[in-house]
T-cell receptor, first 114, second 116 residues
Framework: AQSVTQPDIHITVSEGASLELRCNYS??????LFWYVQSPGQGLQLLLK??????LVQGIKGFEAEFKRSQSSFNLRKPSVHWSDAAEYFC????????????FGAGTRLFVKA | DVKVTQSSRYLVKRTGEKVFLECVQD?????MFWYRQDPGLGLRLIYF???????EKGDIPEGYSVSREKKERFSLILESASTNQTSMYLC???????????????FGDGTRLSIL
């Protein structure tokens, strides 16, 4: 079955520290991959996407993600976290051969401490 | 910039009422979606519409229906609201699958619905 797993329900990091949020997927073929961020009371905003090509993808707000086919992973990273990065982060996959369904992970809530 | 607007940020209704949640997008997108979001469960797809008057059931359609009479507007209807439908509801839109593949979805700010 197709699925997306975000193993960490919540993570706390200090401001200025580095961040890595994990995402693993189970899919029949290499899907399209996305990371979204949701600030409190808001909808989801796209951070970055991977369709093909370079496996290291740059996104907005200083985020990047690396696609590793052998590990079925698409982890999100940021070298230095800011207090404004506190939010919930969702990994998602969508088929690369048509079809409408995007599967979302359960989310990881990021807390940033001063 | 794509704008997806949900008519209400917060809504309180009573059990048994018929509830309408409205969503409008301004980018002429063919595809529109309704999700509900619950803690620990992520986003679950209720219904999807790939064009005007076209709809497909998602993972949890029971107790819901939808209407897409115009391309820009996608309505979610709770036929007879129940307390277990208390949730955050998110609307999204995107272009159809094409040359550029499955494009990301654009989300509204959500409607937090409480059923008493």
């Amino acid at each position: 079955a197709q699925s997306v797993t975000q193993p960490d329900i919540h993570i706390t990091v200090s401001e200025g520290a580095s961040l890595e949020l994990r995402c693993n997927y189970s899919y029949g073929a290499t899907p399209y991959l996305f990371w979204y961020v949701q600030s409190p009371g808001q909808g989801l905003q796209l951070l970055l996407k991977y369709f093909s090509g370079d496996t290291l993808v740059q996104g907005i707000k200083g985020f990047e993600a690396e696609f590793k086919r052998s590990q079925s992973s698409f982890n999100l990273r940021k070298p230095s976290v800011h207090w404004s990065d506190a939010a919930e982060y969702f990994c998602a996959v969508a088929p690369n051969t048509g079809g409408f369904k995007t599967i979302f992970g359960a989310g990881t809530r990021l807390f940033v401490k001063a | 910039d794509v704008k997806v607007t949900q008519s209400s940020r917060y809504l309180v209704k009573r059990t048994g009422e018929k509830v309408f949640l409205e969503c409008v997008q301004d980018m002429d997108h063919e595809n529109m979606f309704w999700y509900r979001q619950d803690p620990g469960l992520g986003l679950r797809l209720i219904y999807f519409s790939y064009d005007v008057k076209m709809k497909e059931k998602g993972d949890i359609p029971e107790g819901y229906s939808v209407s897409r009479e115009k391309k820009e507007r996608f309505s979610l209807i709770l036929e007879s609201a129940s307390t277990n439908q208390t949730s955050m509801y998110l609307c999204a839109s995107r272009p159809p699958f094409g040359v550029f593949g499955n494009q990301p979805q654009h989300f509204g700010d959500g409607t937090r619905l409480s059923i008493l």
